[in-house]
């Protein structure tokens, strides 16, 4: 394969680029910056970029937004996040906007090289390697969907409350009781975590959450 290496690391970068070159890999670019590692990739064109997260200058996610540049501009090439981190925001874009030819590796979970190679090679060909751990953390900082808990009754009285209606509207719009229509809203309200105590009507914090959804 012909790779581009980015790391702040000189002693990591320098180990990956003999680690590779000992496998018959040939590493065009080795860089400690992310606004290198676009321009080494549009200046080599190679198979795959090996892109740690937090690089220069603010050392907090220019990594993974250079990936998600990468694989913008060069669907081509593949891209193996390696780092310390989960980065939850850029980190979920990249991997929701690419099917294949990307995988998102933690340093200190690698505990072969072999395993380290593999992974490498398989988002190279187009396949992908994402570490469970970062799976799990991805997923359980998952925005859930504010509706889930509703029933589907509860649901067409909080669609009536967002076309304007009152509650003795929505019992006739839905030949319902008042009594019933009022349970329904106060179930909703509680679902919805609606407190009484921030000086804001329930009732349209409600219609927001499900506008929003």
């Given amino acids: 394969m012909r790779l581009v290496i980015a790391d702040d ?3 990591l970068r320098e180990g990956l680029v003999r680690l590779l070159e000992e496998e018959g890999h040939e590493v065009a670019a080795a860089v400690g910056d992310a606004e290198a590692l676009v321009a080494e990739v549009a200046r080599h064109g190679p198979d795959a970029a090996v892109v740690d997260v937090r ?12 990936a998600l540049d990468i694989r ?12 310390q981190y989960v980065e939850r925001r850029y980190a979920t874009e990249l991997l929701a906007g690419s099917p294949g030819g990307v995988g998102y590796l933690l340093k200190d979970r690698v505990s072969e090289v072999g395993e380290f190679l593999a992974a490498l090679e398989r988002v190279a060909a187009g396949g992908a ?7 799990r953390r991805l997923l359980a900082h998952a925005r859930p969907d504010p509706l889930a808990r509703l ?8 669609e009536q409350m967002a076309q304007g209606w009152n509650n003795p509207a929505i019992a006739e719009r839905l030949h319902v009781s008042l009594s019933a229509v009022e349970k329904h809203v106060n179930a909703i309200f509680d679902k919805l975590d609606l407190d009484h105590g921030t000086g804001h009507s329930r009732r349209v914090r409600a219609v927001l959450r499900y506008l929003g959804a």
């Fill in 9 to 11: 690391s000189v002693l």
């Fill in 55 to 66: 690089m220069p200058p603010t050392h907090t996610d220019e990594g993974l937004r250079a």
């Fill in 72 to 83: 913008a501009g060069h669907p081509r090439v593949a891209v193996l996040v390696l780092s």
């Fill in 129 to 135: 390697a994402f570490d469970p751990e970062v799976v």
């Fill in 151 to 158: 029933t589907p009754r509860e649901r067409d009285v909080l």
